[in-house]
């Protein structure tokens, strides 16, 4: 294990990675009704479905975060060791 402080973009994946598997499951959920001929569910079931991309984008933001915060602490030791 990393002894490393988490940055704060680690956050945004981890939020990202749990509301993608959610929404996931949404999709799941929503969809095997119609495969299997049953009643379909309400649409606020189809709205959950949203979250797995809103997962993906809360994912690719924790991303940037990290890359972004990397390079400040990359150009700040460079400074510094100039």
């Given at each position: 294990m990393?002894?490393?402080?988490?940055d704060?973009?680690?956050?945004?994946?981890k939020a990202g990675a749990v509301v993608?598997?959610?929404g996931a499951l949404a999709t799941l959920?929503?969809?095997v009704p119609l495969f299997l001929h049953l009643t379909p569910l309400p649409t606020a079931a189809y709205w959950l479905s949203m979250l797995m991309p809103a997962g993906f984008l809360l994912?690719?933001?924790?991303?940037?975060v990290n890359a972004r915060d990397q390079r400040r602490r990359l150009e700040?030791?460079?400074?510094?060791?100039s």
């Open positions: 990393s002894s490393q402080s988490a704060r973009g680690d956050v945004y994946v993608f598997g959610l959920v929503t969809f994912a690719l933001t924790g991303l940037y700040s030791a460079e400074a510094v060791g």
